[in-house]
C-alpha cells in the first residue's frame, strides 16, 4: 500500500468551500462526461454512518476506459467503471474506491477542512504522516496537464469581483486572508506482484492531478458559487447530477451495438488476470449490452 497526505491550500474560509465544494464537484464532472465516459450519480442521500453518525452519502459510477495507460487497458474490459463511495460530515469526508473485478485494488481518501496555511501536522488526530510522505500541492504554481489548462482558471490572473480576491502571487500561502487547507490522505493499494508499484504510483499522479484541477477551479468559479445557500447549491447538484448522468448514459447506448472488448484475451493475459483473483466468462455475443459483458471475481 501507498500512502501520501496531500495538503492544498486555498484563499478561502472553511465554511465558504462547503458550498464551493459542492459546486465545483457538479460542475467538473458534467465538463469530464461525455463520448460514453464520465461520472454516473447512482445515489445521493442522507445517511448515517456506523462511526460518524449523520451524513450525505453519495455512490457514483466513473467510467474511465480511455484514460488508462496502455499495460493496463490489456487487463481491463472496454467498457467498465470505478464504483466511488463518497460520505460526507462536513469539514471531515471520507472517499473509497473500489473495482468489482479487481479485489485487490482499492483507494480510500480521508479529508479534513481547516481554516490554516497547510501547519497542522496531525490533522486526522491518530499517527502523524511521516514527513516524506506529505506533499504540500499549490494551486498557483504547480504544473497541471496541458489538457486541463484554462486561461480563465490561472490564479494568477484571477480576480474575483464578488469578494475582491486575486490574483495570487508567489508566497501567496504565507499572507493570504482568509486561507484554509484542504488536507487528504490517501491509501492506494493493488496488492498483485508485478504491477503493484506502477499502478500505485501512477493512481497517485493521476489523484495528485486531479485535486490540483479541481481546487484551482473552485477557487477560479467563486463568483459563480459565492453566496449560493446550501439549499440552492444542492438544487444546482441536483440539476447537473441529472445532466452528467444523461450524457453519460446516451453515449453509451450509441456504442451499445459495438462489441464490448476490441481484443482476444491471452493466455498471458489469463494469467496475470489470475493473479489478481480474476476468472474470464465468455464472451459471446457482441451485439449484447456492454453491461452483460464484464470480468468477474471470485467471490462475487
Avoid at 64 to 88: D, G, I, Q
Avoid at 115 to 127: A, E, W
Avoid at 204 to 221: P, S, T
Avoid at 267 to 295: F, H, N, Q, W, Y
Wanted: charged share 25%.
Amino acid at each position: 500500500m501507498l500512502m501520501k497526505e496531500y495538503r492544498i491550500c486555498m484563499p478561502l474560509t472553511v465554511d465558504e468551500y462547503r458550498i464551493g465544494q459542492l459546486y465545483m464537484i457538479s460542475k467538473h464532472s458534467c465538463e469530464q462526461s461525455g463520448g460514453g465516459e464520465g461520472v454516473e450519480v447512482v445515489r445521493n442521500e442522507p445517511d448515517v454512518h456506523p462511526q460518524f453518525g449523520q451524513g450525505q452519502l453519495t455512490e457514483k459510477r466513473i467510467y474511465l476506459s480511455s484514460k488508462l495507460p496502455s499495460w493496463a487497458k490489456t487487463l481491463v474490459p472496454r467498457f467498465f467503471y470505478v464504483t466511488e463511495k463518497a460520505w460526507n460530515f462536513y469539514p471531515y469526508t471520507i472517499t473509497e474506491y473500489s473495482v468489482s473485478f479487481l479485489p485487490r485494488f482499492s483507494i480510500r481518501i480521508e479529508t479534513r477542512f481547516q481554516n490554516n496555511n497547510g501547519d497542522n501536522s496531525n490533522v486526522f488526530g491518530d499517527t502523524p504522516t511521516p514527513e516524506e510522505n506529505v506533499s504540500f500541492l499549490d494551486i498557483l504554481s504547480d504544473p497541471i496537464p496541458e489538457k486541463h489548462y484554462k486561461e480563465s482558471e490561472d490564479l494568477s490572473r484571477w480576480n474575483s469581483s464578488k469578494t475582491g480576491r486575486g490574483p495570487l502571487e508567489e508566497g501567496w500561502r504565507d499572507d493570504s486572508k482568509p486561507i484554509m487547507c484542504s488536507y487528504k490522505r490517501v491509501m492506494c493499494s493493488f496488492e498483485v506482484y508485478g504491477f503493484q508499484t506502477r499502478t500505485e504510483e501512477f493512481i497517485h499522479r493521476n489523484i495528485r492531478d486531479i485535486l490540483l484541477v479541481g481546487h484551482r477551479q473552485a477557487v477560479a468559479w467563486i463568483d459563480e458559487w459565492h453566496g449560493l445557500s446550501l439549499e440552492e447549491v444542492r438544487e444546482y447538484e441536483r440539476a447537473m447530477q441529472e445532466k452528467t448522468n444523461s450524457k453519460v448514459k446516451s453515449s453509451q447506448n450509441n456504442t451499445a451495438s459495438r462489441p464490448a472488448f476490441s481484443r482476444s484475451i491471452s493466455v498471458a493475459d489469463e494469467r496475470s488476470l489470475k493473479k489478481m483473483g480474476v476468472t474470464t466468462e465468455t464472451i459471446c455475443d457482441p451485439s449484447a449490452s456492454p453491461s452483460t459483458l464484464r470480468l468477474n471475481s471470485n467471490p462475487e
